[in-house]
């Protein structure tokens, strides 16, 4: 055989081999992932199941809790009267309009299990006091759902959700029941697995029974062994699928997703297919490659082996002569240049070593007796980036101290996890002051607030300094942290006592009080309360707040909770545990506090009035601040309490004088409201004297059109009586029926005229009659709303000798009350006629408007004999007229002052004017403002 092909087949045995269980582990690899990713799918299919169904029964337990305080429930459980079958009917149907296909039957049943109300009268009366849900539901006082279920007196299993229903003492009442179909769990598993196509679900009880199923396969049977082991989460093959459980966070549940065993080994066999193509076309390129290496390399191979193994024994000698081809040759005496290459530099290497192990051993040195400075402080020494966070370079043990994390825990990952723990509000001035230092290139003092890894709030004084490279850009900071929160706490508490409340009393200094003490020692609650009852049984909060600001009042029996403990022993310190001692106080385990320091407040007697105290969702500490404040501040509330309840007793007293003011002042009420009620109704004797002349007019008007027409209808039927007769004797002519023709045209012309005529003063009559007498609001053309006033007065004016004159602008449209403005003009107009004209002469009235901004400035004036100077400031007082018995009643211009000024919202002046007559101008808004609330006449 050849030498290349000798080289050919070794370099393709060798190559080969590897190559192919590369590939092959490769191909295992894949195969794995393939089933991980699969089992990957269902699990999170499964999880997501899981949680959609744990987060729809919590959604459902607390709906059903929420409608038990509905206070309906209540009044069927206490009251004598039960609600109208109407209002239980559409209260029933509005809560399972909730659900229409899934909710079947809604009761109410009293303690002792008997059905009192439900949407199914069959219900009614029936015993279920020994149903399972009723059962738990009673024994454990908490939301209850059990199914599905088939109660007795049913034929289909169902789903039961059950709550107390409790008084607003939380007294228990009753029980409601919900009964729904077992389908609606199936419902919100499709939601769940309608984007993945290919799965089916199967929900199963702790037994092993199919409540729901969904998808292809969800039907078929499954046994997945015992109960306990069923219910382990887990993924695995059952027949010819590939299943994955996992329970229903609590609930007694899970979840089984599923999938054909062909499509989950499906990508798997894809990747045999693959791996099988890959080998055969990396076998090919192989031995291409291995026949042409064999031909270029296999003279000089035997070569370069010897001078590799001389090189490899400290031999750099060159070689005389190398064979092979040109390639070959050139690569030898590249070799030789390396050798001697080799031997110069391993000779500087190796004292380059030696010079670098003896620095390296003096730095060692200087470093363990800079760590064992740096562990003497009482700080924590630092170094960090100049970059985004200040990523931790390199932390003293003294930080486990100040933050409750190790040094490696804060090195971590990018190192940023120590200014995360930096307190928001105190983010930006350290930034701030690191940034200036920074371009400074100096040092920086900072004084900020960190959460400790407990979760308390910690004050930390840094000092710093920022370093430079070379090219003087800053690179890194270093400095040290000292824990100064006990200074910080008493700072803060003495700058609260002197600044916030000092200068405050009563509920303001409670509140003061407890915001700040919430805020400087970071906790959940403050409680400044006072007892009740003698001997006190209640606690009613005068001030409760927490770290972000005051929350709501609270008052509460104290029996059972740490006010009553405080009552008893004057001060209690809970540092943890809270809710163990005191297991009836719910409040404590609902707000998840664990820790309770309390103080006893008593009089100037020795007799308890209240209590302080702080309340943390953490453990506090024996020598925390919040015992010491509470000590500092007991004495202060205490006497501020005192103070406020000596302040109550004054005040009962001085009600009792009230009293009696009150008395006397609902006399005088009294007095002026039978004043006010004979004064309204003067005003509407003069409103319906007013109309009353409005009517007496129109009437007379009318009677001359409807006369006239009915005069000409009397002569038309004569007419038609006439022609009939000629007609029945047969003797029309031509001349009488043109003559019978145009008499009929005349008359009913006439009576079109007059009845047109009479339609126009009704309508007129009509608009002015409805508004005035209807207070509503409409948008309105001025100039119209003057005429049809004028016009509903025309006879009035008739049979006088003064005219009108009016000059409005078409357009002025208000959106107003067009009643009052009308009866308004009316009197202006009355006011004129009986008032301001001398007998025998004839007068002029002019009305006129003009839009002035969003105001329309009307102006009405007559050229009569004016009103003295004298009285010009009595005009709108009531009862005020200068013909006092000779038909006027002093109520006009009264009534038009409190219109405008009212209602209408505008205003009205009378003009001082040099010329004779009287002349008002009345300001309009444009858009008057609304009624409180609208009246109809």
Not at 214 to 219: I, K, Q, S
Request: charged letters at 25%; one cysteine or more; hydrophobic letters at 45%.
């Amino acid at each position: 055989m050849k030498a290349r092909t000798r080289v050919a087949a070794a370099i393709l045995a060798f190559a080969a081999l590897p190559l192919i269980l590369v590939n092959a582990g490769s191909l295992a690899d894949r195969r794995d992932d393939a089933a991980r990713n699969g089992d990957l799918l269902l699990s999170g299919n499964a999880d997501e199941l899981a949680a959609l169904l744990a987060a729809t029964r919590t959604r459902w337990l607390e709906s059903v809790r929420a409608d038990a305080r509905l206070p309906i429930f209540e009044e069927m459980l206490t009251s004598d009267a039960a609600p109208s079958p109407l209002r239980l009917s559409r209260f029933f149907a509005a809560m399972g309009s909730r659900d229409t296909v899934n909710i079947g039957a809604i009761g109410v049943l009293d303690l002792e299990g008997r059905v009192v109300q439900d949407s199914q009268a069959v219900n009614l009366g029936r015993d279920e006091s020994l149903e399972p849900w009723f059962l738990r539901v009673v024994a454990s006082g908490h939301p209850q759902m059990v199914g599905p279920y088939t109660a007795t007196g049913e034929r289909r299993p169902a789903l039961y959700f059950t709550a107390l229903v409790r008084d607003a003492d939380e007294k228990r009442r009753g029980v409601l029941r919900m009964r729904m179909e077992p389908a609606v769990l199936g419902q919100v598993m499709a939601t769940a697995l309608v984007a993945t196509p290919g799965l089916s679900a199967t929900l199963m009880d702790e037994e092993g029974r199919t409540l729901a199923s969904v998808g292809a396969l969800g039907n078929a049977e499954l046994a997945l062994g015992a109960k306990a082991d069923g219910m382990a989460e887990r993924v695995l093959t059952v027949g010819n699928e590939r299943v994955a459980i996992k329970p229903v966070p609590n609930a007694p549940w899970r979840v089984v997703v599923r999938q054909p065993l062909p499509e989950w080994v499906a990508p798997q066999d894809e990747l045999n297919r693959q791996w099988v193509l890959e080998t055969v076309l990396l076998l090919v390129l192989l031995l291409g490659a291995s026949l042409l290496l064999g031909r270029r390399i296999a003279a000089p191979l035997a070569r370069f082996s010897d001078v590799a193994r001389r090189l490899a024994e400290g031999d750099y000698s060159p070689v005389p002569r190398w064979p092979g081809a040109e390639e070959a040759r050139q690569l030898g005496e590249a070799l030789d240049a390396l050798a001697a290459r080799l031997r110069d530099t391993i000779g500087t290497l190796s004292k380059e070593l030696q010079q670098r192990r003896d620095a390296e051993a003096a730095l060692w040195a200087s470093k363990e007796q800079y760590l064992d400075l740096v562990e003497q402080l009482p700080a924590a020494v630092y170094r960090c980036g100049n970059a985004a966070g200040w990523p931790m370079e390199f932390l003293s043990p003294q930080i486990v101290a100040l933050t409750g994390f190790t040094a490696s825990d804060l090195l971590a990952g990018d190192g940023k996890h120590f200014s995360r723990l930096i307190h928001p509000e105190d983010m930006a001035h350290c930034e701030a002051a690191i940034s200036d230092a920074t371009i400074r290139l100096g040092k920086y003092q900072l004084n900020y607030r960190i959460r400790d890894r407990d979760g308390e709030t910690r004050w930390v004084w840094e000092l710093g300094s920022v370093h430079a490279d070379a090219a003087g850009r800053p690179t890194q900071l270093t400095g040290v942290m000292f824990d100064v929160t006990e200074r910080e706490t008493a700072n803060q508490a003495m700058a609260l006592l002197r600044g916030r409340i000092e200068a405050r009393v009563g509920g303001d200094f409670f509140l003061a009080l407890a915001t700040g003490l919430a805020r400087v020692l970071d906790v959940e609650r403050v409680m400044i309360g006072r007892y009740h009852g003698s001997p006190p049984t209640r606690v009613i909060s005068l001030a409760l707040a927490h770290r972000d600001g005051p929350s709501e009042r609270a008052d509460f029996a104290i029996a059972g909770t740490p006010s009553a403990a405080v009552l008893a022993e004057g001060q209690i310190e809970v540092l943890d545990g809270v809710t163990q001692r005191f297991p009836d106080d719910a409040a404590l385990a609902a707000r998840g506090l664990r820790s309770y320091i309390g103080r006893r407040l008593d009089d100037s007697h020795g007799r308890p009035i209240g209590v302080l105290a702080v309340l943390h969702g953490q453990p506090m500490a024996a020598d925390d601040a919040a015992a010491r404040l509470l000590d500092l501040f007991q004495a202060r509330v205490a006497a501020e309490l005192e103070r406020v309840i000596a302040e109550e007793d004054l005040q009962r007293l001085a009600d009792t004088l009230e009293n009696r003011v009150a008395e006397r002042t609902r006399e005088l009420e009294a007095a002026n409201a039978s004043l006010s009620q004979a004064m309204e109704q003067l005003v509407q004797r003069e409103k319906l004297a007013s109309l009353g002349s409005l009517v007496a007019g129109v009437a007379h008007e009318l009677n001359t059109p409807i006369g006239n027409a009915l005069t000409v209808s009397t002569a038309l039927n004569d007419i038609h009586r006439q022609f009939a007769d000629v007609l029945a004797k047969g003797a029309v002519r031509r001349s009488a029926l043109d003559r019978f023709v145009a008499e009929n045209s005349e008359a009913t012309e006439l009576i079109e005229r007059n009845l047109q005529r009479a339609a126009a003063l009704i309508s007129h009559f009509k608009q002015v009659a409805v508004d005035q007498a209807s207070v509503r609001r409409r948008q309105f053309d001025l100039a119209a709303l003057v005429e049809d006033v004028l016009s509903t007065l025309s006879p009035r004016l008739k049979r006088s000798p003064h005219r009108v004159e009016v000059e409005i602008p078409p357009g002025l449209v208000l959106e107003s009350y067009p009643g009052p403005l009308e009866q308004v003009l009316t009197n202006l107009v009355e006011n004129s006629l009986v008032h301001g004209f001398e007998p025998g002469r004839a007068g002029v009235i002019r009305i006129s408007a003009e839009a002035a901004g969003p105001l329309i400035r009307l102006r009405y004036a007559d050229d009569g004999l004016g009103i003295p100077a004298a009285l010009r400031h009595r005009v709108f007082d009531p009862f005020f007229t200068t013909k006092l018995g000779q038909g006027g009643s002093g109520l006009g211009l009264y009534l038009v002052y409190n219109l405008v000024h009212g209602r209408l919202g505008g205003s009205i002046e009378l003009l001082d004017g040099a010329g004779p007559g009287a002349s008002f101008i009345v300001e309009l808004p444009a858009v008057a403002p609304a009624a409180g609330e609208e009246t109809r006449g």
